[in-house]
């Protein structure tokens, strides 16, 4: 039979192919697995599980990987058994399912990476396996057809015409590994069908030409044979007939099947056998109803969609300048198209937008090998994980929610013996939710541990030198303090968490994201982080702002309030900076205008306007800037394609007269203050009148 | 559209290849004549305001948009060392790609397309001028007067506050 060959390049291509299900089917067993160990999982997650390690097993198969072959063999078994109802789901059979998950996951990493996996690789959890297996039964798969003989009836004898479309081997199937399989099952005569093969000029390598017609004497039910051709039974034309249980018949099918004329003579299906096989799939061509397509198309698409809102908002613009208003039917047309660009901005957006349920599935499992390492109790609780995200920031949120999840049992749960003690149930409950909130989603990580020991966390920040010592704060300014460099309270350094790079990294990530941070909490009830964090990080929901003649974006998630200060509400202080007091606050002004050079701006914040601005650490900030223009989604534009890096600068966008406007990086802007201040005290030689207060 | 050859290597073999003709887009500065590569120009239009970028220097006049691209624009004449140019409507940008990056140039005229053999690319005497001679790559005698070569390359590796940083 010629096997098909492919160049390196279409090998490579469906190896990639390949690893990218995996890695979306072990996550669906992660998920599946997960639904499983909190009992609420039926027998629609032990089918899921068998068929992603069976689809996993299948495509392994192809590309010649034994050892992953091998282990999905034992691993399908068991799962095959507890399905059947032949063994039971106890914690000992959970914790081998759980254990080879990982091994089996870690054998697809090992595949991926093109490294054979050490001998004795997961051995133990093999040998667990088979053990559970033989608990009351022999280790093989072909348990499974050996356990259902005493139902099946004796021997029965199948014939089957295996006729696959064009299309098979670009969906990474082999008949090969199907025939194989069969003949597991018994005793097999296997007719190759030639009659489609063209001339050799003709011939496609990446088309399948050839059917089979075979003969199967097997001690199995007509549904284990079907089961064979569950991967391909919407890619080919098949029928399996069940001829006879007689010796009579068997020595007829035994005549005709070595004739190659005869299987020729049999090419066309019975309609009526292959509508019995295919009512199996329906369940299955519904999870087909998704494409895969490379983010990098995406991307382009979202691009392209982005300039044409700006070419939209541009072509409007000018055709209300250079038209009369009475021109309704022109001004309609514009209404319209802007509707129209909108929706398509949408749904463009919406293409790159997948459920947190990705990420939030990983966290059961997390809680469940965290709490067993340290002893504890732990019931996660989620809700939302249905929230849709940009598929860049989900890919973010990954690490930060692992690790304050972590957290959340290593630090935030009291032991069981603190708990009781303490009057709270034995086990501790860590909510993760998340929801959407205009523009951002929030996630809320929430525990109802200990709570943060003030006293604590502050005479551990000095000891530390994070703070220093006698130094007075806030209870929230002291919360704060677990997002600070180097800052961590374990007692002790656990195998779990507690190494000192912890919420602060979090807090980077999640700043990165344009996101912020918050913690509120109270001592013995619990801890509560709340993530806000943009939809997307491909448009803004902006404010513009002028500043002389120039227009510059402020990200609206940050603004507070704006407000026109009296020049009471002004004070200068030593060093050359200004605060503004507002409702009993003080807060520090930042004057755009000088930071950034611009000319002919507004100097006196009482004649131009303060936004006030809240940074990822909390603490707020003035912007002097001369007025508001207006609330706008801009879309996102690199400037370091092109350039440099622009301290203060995050980015830039266009605005609807065709001009760039830039997006203040406001989180920089302090720094930047910080620095420009020292320049121009360093500058200025005669020291500036100190206190200019009327 | 393939990647422009790079123009720092102008004339600087002008004998290894006596025989090869090359392209180059001059135009006006001032009183003076330059010209580039006609292989790294995408393309040439007027002078239209520039959003300006904050804490720069004096010859980076800001940024445009050329199509959804944000593009940086310089001035040649400030480059130089001669003061900016006053722009108006009648002043041009060139609009280069060096390095995979795409920038503007603004000068005051584009003049003409040169057809220059490679030998004919003469050195630069070392001269003592306000401009870094390292972006000057040759002369070019067109006619009775001279066109200077220039190496963008050159004249735009460090440009902006953060490349010496990187390189360090």
């Known amino acids: 039979m010629p096997t098909p060959t492919f160049g390196s390049d279409e090998l490579a291509q469906f190896r990639k192919t390949f690893f990218e299900e995996c890695t979306e089917l072990l996550a669906d067993l992660e998920e599946r697995l997960g639904a499983l160990a909190a009992f609420s999982g039926d027998i629609e997650s032990l089918n899921a599980i068998f068929r992603a390690v069976h689809s996993v097993k299948a495509g392994a198969g192809a590309f010649g990987y034994s050892v ?94 295996f006729r696959p479309n064009a299309e098979l081997f670009r969906h990474a199937n082999e008949p090969l590994y199907l025939i194989r399989e069969l003949k597991a099952l018994g005793t097999l005569t296997v007719d190759c069908d030639l009659t489609r093969l063209p001339s050799f000029e003709a011939l496609n390598v990446d088309d399948a030409y050839l059917s089979w017609t075979m003969t199967l004497r097997a001690e199995c039910r007509p549904a284990t044979v079907a089961e064979v051709f569950e991967f391909v039974d919407d890619e080919c034309e098949l029928t399996i007939e069940e001829i006879a249980a007689t010796p009579a018949v068997q020595a007829e099918a035994a005549a005709v099947t070595p004739a190659a004329p005869a299987a020729r003579a049999t090419p066309t299906p019975a309609p009526a056998a292959a509508a019995r096989t295919s009512g199996a799939t329906a369940g299955k061509s519904a999870a087909m109803s998704s494409i895969r397509v490379d983010l990098a198309r995406v991307d382009r698409l979202v691009n392209m969609v982005g300039e044409l809102v700006i070419a939209q908002a541009m072509l409007a613009q000018q055709f209300v300048e250079s038209h009369d208003r009475d021109d309704s039917a022109g001004l309609q047309g514009f209404e319209h198209l802007a509707g129209l660009t909108r929706e398509l901005q949408e749904c463009v957006m919406a293409i790159r937008m997948q459920p947190l349920k990705s990420v939030f599935s990983r966290m059961p499992r997390l809680v469940r090998d965290v709490s067993h390492k340290t002893g504890k109790e732990v019931r996660l609780e989620m809700a939302g994980e249905q929230t849709e995200v940009d598929k860049t920031v989900i890919e973010e949120l990954a690490d930060p929610l692992t690790h304050m999840i972590r957290n959340a049992v290593d630090h935030g749960i009291e032991d069981t013996a603190a708990r009781l003690a303490a009057g709270k149930p034995a086990e501790g409950v860590i909510r993760l939710s998340a929801q959407h909130a205009g523009s951002n989603i ?105 500043v002389g003649w120039e227009k510059y974006i402020l990200p609206l998630t940050s603004i507070v309030e704006s407000f026109r200060p009296d020049r009471g509400q002004i004070r200068s202080v030593p060093g050359g900076g200004e605060v503004a007091s507002i409702r009993g606050e003080f807060v520090r002004l930042i004057h755009l205008a000088r930071l950034f050079g611009v000319h002919e701006a507004v100097d006196d914040p009482s004649q131009g306007l303060v936004v006030l601005i809240e940074l990822a650490n909390g603490s707020k900030l003035g912007i002097v800037v001369d007025e508001l223009i207006g609330q706008q989604q801009v879309v996102i534009k690199s400037l370091q394609d092109n350039h440099d890096p622009v301290p203060g600068i995050s980015g830039a966008t266009i605005l609807g007269n065709g001009r760039v406007a830039l997006i203040v990086d406001i989180e920089e802007l302090t720094r930047l203050n910080d620095r420009s201040d020292r320049a121009a005290r360093r500058a200025d030689a005669p020291p500036r009148p100190l206190l200019v207060n009327a | 559209m393939a990647e422009p050859q790079d123009p720092s290597s102008t004339g600087t073999d002008a004998g290894a290849a006596a025989s090869q003709t090359r392209q180059f887009i001059s135009f006006r500065v001032g009183d003076d004549e330059f010209a580039i590569d006609i292989m790294a120009v995408r393309e040439i239009k007027g002078w239209t305001e520039t959003t300006i970028l904050p804490n720069q220097q004096e010859y980076m006049l800001g940024v445009l948009n050329l199509r959804g691209t944000i593009v940086p624009i310089f001035d040649l004449r400030c480059r130089f060392g001669l003061g900016l140019t006053t722009a108006t409507r009648s002043h041009v940008v060139i609009i280069v790609s060096i390095g995979g990056r795409i920038l503007g140039l603004l000068v005051d005229a584009v003049s003409d397309i040169l057809t220059v053999n490679a030998a004919d690319i003469r050195p630069v005497p070392d001269v003592d001028q306000p401009v870094d001679s390292a972006f000057l790559a040759g002369i070019i005698a067109v006619g009775d007067s001279m066109v200077v070569l220039l190496s963008l390359e050159n004249l735009f590796s460090h440009h902006g506050p953060a490349d010496t940083a990187v390189a360090a």
């Open chain 1, 442 to 546: 929030l996630i809320h990580v929430e525990d109802d541990g200990a709570g943060l020991d003030r006293d604590r966390l502050l005479a551990k920040a000095i000891e530390k030198g994070i703070v220093p010592a006698g130094v007075k704060l806030s209870g929230e300014e002291i919360d704060e303090l677990i997002f600070a460099p180097g800052f961590s309270t374990a007692a002790a350094v656990t195998d779990v968490s507690g190494r000192g790079v912890g919420m602060d990294v979090v807090r980077r990530n999640i700043m990165a994201l344009g996101g912020r941070v918050q913690v509120v909490s109270t001592l013995g009830r619990g801890t509560r982080f709340t993530l806000v964090i943009p939809l997307t990080l491909a448009v803004l929901d902006g404010m513009v702002v002028a």
């Open chain 1, 68 to 161: 992953l072959v091998g282990f999905a063999h034992r691993f399908e078994a068991l799962l095959d058994r507890l399905r059947d109802g032949k063994a039971e789901l106890d914690e000992r059979t959970l914790a081998a399912l759980v254990a080879a998950a990982d091994v089996f996951s870690a054998l697809v990493d090992l595949a991926r990476q093109g490294e054979s996996p050490a001998d004795d690789f997961g051995a133990d959890v093999a040998e667990e396996l088979a053990a559970l297996l033989d608990g009351d039964g022999p280790a093989r798969p072909a348990a499974r057809a050996a356990a259902e003989a005493p139902e099946a009836p004796a021997e029965r004898i199948y014939r089957i015409v």
